[in-house]
């Protein structure tokens, strides 16, 4: 069972970058396709950008050309680099599985606001 532990979150300001992680465990993690999922208050969990097991990227069109997903599977660990951040990118910032996500993590909360 994949268990899920994000950190980096925190207060920015509009223009600003944070970079997020997520720890995963299980020995498996590397063939798994793994996303990044935001939810805002009073908004639906929505996926932002999603990873697969061979480094092939997606993103959401909020956040194209200013988000990066990428993974290091010998740390069994996917990354998030928010740059150019925006006050509409404020929400908790989870990771997981995509497809079939797993139980989900206590998620990490990103706020901009100056």
């Known amino acids: 069972q994949v268990q899920l532990v994000e950190s980096g979150g925190g207060l920015v300001q509009p223009g600003g970058s944070l970079r997020l992680s997520c720890a995963a465990s299980?020995?498996?993690?590397?063939?798994?396709?793994m996303g990044w999922y935001r939810q805002a208050p009073g908004k639906q969990r929505e996926l932002v950008a999603r990873?697969?097991?061979?480094?092939?990227?997606t993103y959401a069109d909020s956040v194209k050309g200013r988000f990066t997903i990428f993974r290091d599977n010998a740390k069994n660990t996917v990354y998030l680099q928010m740059n150019s951040l925006k006050f509409e990118d404020t929400a908790v910032y989870y990771c997981?599985?995509?497809?079939?996500?797993?139980?989900w993590g206590q998620g990490t909360q990103v706020t901009v606001s100056s």
């Open positions: 997981n599985k995509d497809p079939y996500p797993v139980a």
């Open positions: 299980g020995r498996i993690f590397s063939i798994y396709t």
């Open positions: 990873i697969t097991s061979g480094g092939t990227t």
